[in-house]
């Protein structure tokens, strides 16, 4: 990440909205935002599926899910948060094989941390598990608030936008999709 340009940006902002970036209180905000960008946008220079490179053959064939994953990302339209829930499920392919379950909590912030929408994010963390484990399934459902909703433009402060990526059985088994649904929202 080019933090020079991220300060200097900073800067920029600063004078643009009136401020002086040389008083004493801004001296160190746009190097403490770069700082905060590179923890919070620093998805980009990471690969998720890096967090698949160790699997476990447990030929274990019922769902798997991983609930209520607390995440933090940026919409790309005004560089305002969006926050939620994310919940990602699978059921493991033919061979049983399984991932570690922080994993797909790794998953959901490697894709979170950048510039993002909502619907390709749920996209993203579906397709990489595809990708990954080769599973019979994937539902991956995402809970959020936008800021960019809150706090300005329309003003509608707790209104939740909810997304969902869906996979291989889970597309054409009715019954199964339905189970992993009332799980996901039990
Ligand atoms: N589909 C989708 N839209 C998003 C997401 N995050 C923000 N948006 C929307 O992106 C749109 C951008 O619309 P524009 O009309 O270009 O921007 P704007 O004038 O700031 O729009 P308002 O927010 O309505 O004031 C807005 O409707 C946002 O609500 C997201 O994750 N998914
Ligand atoms: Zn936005």
């Given at each position: 990440m080019d933090t020079a340009?991220?300060?200097?940006?900073?800067?920029?902002i600063l004078?643009?909205?009136?401020?002086?970036?040389?008083?004493?209180?801004?001296?160190?905000?746009?190097?403490?935002?770069?700082?905060?960008?590179?923890?919070?946008?620093?998805?980009l220079e990471e690969d998720p599926s890096r967090h698949f490179d160790v699997t476990f053959d447990e030929g274990h064939s019922e769902i798997v899910l991983v609930g209520d994953i607390p995440f933090y990302s940026m919409c790309e339209h005004h560089l305002a948060p969006f926050f939620g829930r994310a919940h990602v499920a699978y059921i493991p392919g033919e061979d049983g094989r399984i991932c570690g379950i922080s994993k797909l909590a790794r998953l959901v912030d490697g894709f979170a941390k950048r510039p993002q929408v909502q619907e390709r994010l749920t996209g993203q963390i579906a397709d990489t598990l595809v990708e990954a484990l080769n599973p019979a399934g994937v539902i991956v459902v995402i809970e959020a608030e936008h800021l960019c909703m809150s706090m300005r433009g329309v003003k509608k402060p707790g209104a939740k936008t909810t997304t969902r990526a869906v996979r291989g059985c889970f597309t054409t088994d009715a019954d199964a999709r339905s189970e992993a649904l009332a799980l996901i929202f039990r």
């Open positions: 340009k991220i300060e200097a940006g900073v800067r920029l004078e643009g909205i009136g401020e002086d970036p040389n008083r004493e209180g801004l001296l160190e905000t746009p190097a403490r935002v770069a700082r905060m960008y590179e923890e919070v946008l620093g998805g």
